[in-house]
C-alpha cells in the first residue's frame, strides 16, 4: 500500500511539473509579438518547390529570421529539391535526389536528424515533387507534372496553378521555334490555356514568332482591382525576354520593356507588397546566368514599369528546370516581403529589401557550398520563418 501510495503521489508531482511547463509555455507564446505577414496566407495547404497553388513564390511564414541560427544535416547523396514536410512544419522536411529519391528528414530540438530509412518515392530523375496530405491523415508524394495531363497539349515539364476562382492554368502548344534551350530542353509554350471550373478553356496565344521561356504562369492581382493577372516571360529571337501580363479572358494588360537582344532571359520570381510604401511589385532576374540583375516592376496606366534595380545575383542555372531558386518573404516582420535569392556563384543567400528607388542588402545567409536546390521554406512552432537548401557537397543546410 505504501509503495502505491508514493507512486501516486510521483505521478501527482510529475503532473503538476508537466501543467507547469505548459503554462510557462503559453505565458511564453503569448507574450511573443505576433507575426504581421506581409501577405496572406498560402492559397494551398499543399507542400510544393513553388510554395503555392498560384505559381507566385512568395512564403506565408514571417520573420525575425535568425541568420546565425544554422542546422546543417549530411545528406550522403547530391539532393535536387527540399520541401517541407506536411506531416510536421517546421521539424521536419522532405528532400529529392537527383537520382529522384525523395526522403523525409527530421529534426528535432535538441537531437540528431534522423533520416528516413527508406525513400518515400522514387520520381524520375529531376522532376519537381509535390506533397499532400491525405484525408486520413497519410503523405502523398508525385510528380508536380501529373496535374498537367487535365490540357490537352500541355509543354512537357507544365506545372499547372490556380486562380483564386478555381481556374487551372498551364503554358500550353509546345514548340521549338525559338531554340534558346535556357531551361534544357529547347521546347517552349506558345500559348496559356486557362481551364475555367466548368471546363471551357480560354486559349491565350503569344504571337507567331514568340514563346513563353518558363514552365508556369504567376498568378497575382497586381493592380489592386480584385482580379487576379497571369504573369509569363514571353521571349522571341529579335528583342529577347520581356514580362507580359494577362487577364484571365486572354487580355494582354501590360509588358515591360524586351532585354533588347535575342536569346537573353529574364526569370520572373513572384509579386506581392514589396515597395518602400508596401506597393505591389513584380520581381524578375534579368539575364541571371550574365550578371544577373534583380528587378523590381510595377504595373501601372496599362504599363509594367522598372522601378528599381540591384546586379550581383542568379536564380538559376544553365540548362535546369529548376526555377524555384529565389523567394519572397517577410523576414525582418516588418510588414514587406524581401527577396531571398543567391549572389552571382550561389554559394551565399542575399536578403535584399527595397528602399527609396532601388534595394538594400540586409543580410546575407553563408551556404559554404554551392546552392543544388530550390530554396525551401516553413515555419517553427512560434510562426517563424525558417528556410532549407541543400548544396552540392550533400548536406541540407535549415536557417532560423
Known amino acids: 500500500m505504501l509503495a502505491v501510495m508514493t507512486a501516486l503521489a510521483v505521478i501527482a508531482t510529475l503532473a503538476m511539473v508537466v501543467m507547469v511547463s505548459l503554462l510557462g509555455a503559453t505565458v511564453a507564446a503569448m507574450d511573443q509579438p505576433a507575426p504581421r505577414c506581409a501577405h496572406p496566407r498560402g492559397d ?14 512568395v512564403v506565408s511564414a514571417c520573420g525575425p529570421l535568425e541568420p546565425a541560427s544554422v542546422v546543417d544535416i549530411e545528406l550522403g547523396f547530391e539532393p535536387a529539391w527540399v520541401m517541407p514536410d506536411p506531416r510536421a512544419p517546421g521539424r521536419s522536411w522532405l528532400v529529392a535526389s537527383a537520382a529522384g529519391a525523395v526522403i523525409g528528414v527530421s529534426v528535432e530540438p535538441g537531437a540528431e536528424a534522423i ?11 529531376g522532376e519537381p515533387p509535390i506533397a499532400r496530405l ?5 503523405l502523398e508524394v508525385s510528380s508536380v507534372h501529373g ?10 515539364d507544365a506545372r499547372v496553378v490556380e486562380a483564386p476562382g478555381g481556374e487551372l492554368i498551364a503554358l500550353t502548344a509546345p514548340t521549338d521555334r525559338y531554340p534558346h534551350g535556357v531551361l534544357g530542353d529547347g521546347i517552349e509554350a506558345a500559348a496559356i490555356d486557362v481551364r475555367a471550373p466548368d471546363g471551357d478553356v480560354t486559349r491565350i496565344e503569344v504571337g507567331d514568332t514568340m514563346v513563353i521561356e518558363g514552365i508556369a504562369p504567376i498568378i497575382e ?23 507580359v501580363v494577362y487577364d484571365l479572358a486572354g487580355d494582354r ?12 532571359w529574364m526569370h520572373q520570381i513572384g509579386a506581392g507588397r514589396i515597395g518602400p510604401g508596401g506597393e505591389t511589385e513584380l520581381i524578375a532576374v534579368r ?17 509594367l514599369r522598372l522601378v528599381a ?16 531558386m529565389a523567394l519572397l518573404a517577410d523576414s525582418d516582420d516588418d510588414g514587406r516581403l524581401e527577396v531571398i535569392v543567391p549572389v552571382q556563384d550561389m554559394r551565399s543567400l542575399g536578403i535584399l529589401s527595397r528602399r527609396g528607388d532601388g534595394f538594400e542588402l540586409l543580410d546575407s545567409l553563408p551556404l559554404e557550398a554551392t546552392l543544388a536546390t530550390n530554396i525551401a521554406a516553413s515555419a517553427d512552432a512560434g510562426g517563424r520563418l525558417q528556410l532549407a537548401v541543400g548544396t552540392e557537397d550533400g548536406r541540407l543546410r535549415i536557417f532560423g
Do not use: C, K
Request: aromatic share 6%.
Open 115 to 125: 533520416l528516413g530509412p527508406e525513400p518515400l518515392v522514387r520520381l524520375e530523375p
Open 44 to 57: 494551398s495547404p499543399i507542400a510544393r518547390t513553388d510554395h503555392r497553388a498560384s505559381g507566385n513564390r
Open 147 to 156: 496535374a498537367s495531363s487535365w490540357f490537352d497539349d500541355p509543354l512537357p
Open 253 to 264: 494588360r501590360a509588358a515591360s520593356a524586351p532585354i533588347g537582344r535575342g536569346f537573353r
Open 134 to 138: 491525405t484525408t486520413s491523415g497519410e
Open 221 to 243: 492581382d497586381l493592380d489592386a482591382d480584385g482580379l487576379p493577372e497571369v504573369i509569363v516571360t514571353v521571349s522571341d529571337m529579335y528583342e529577347g525576354a520581356r514580362l
Open 309 to 324: 534595380s540591384q546586379p550581383g545575383y542568379s536564380s538559376h542555372r544553365l540548362g535546369s528546370s529548376n526555377l524555384d
Open 287 to 303: 539575364t541571371p546566368h550574365i550578371g544577373g540583375i534583380v528587378e523590381a516592376y510595377r504595373l501601372s496606366d496599362g504599363q
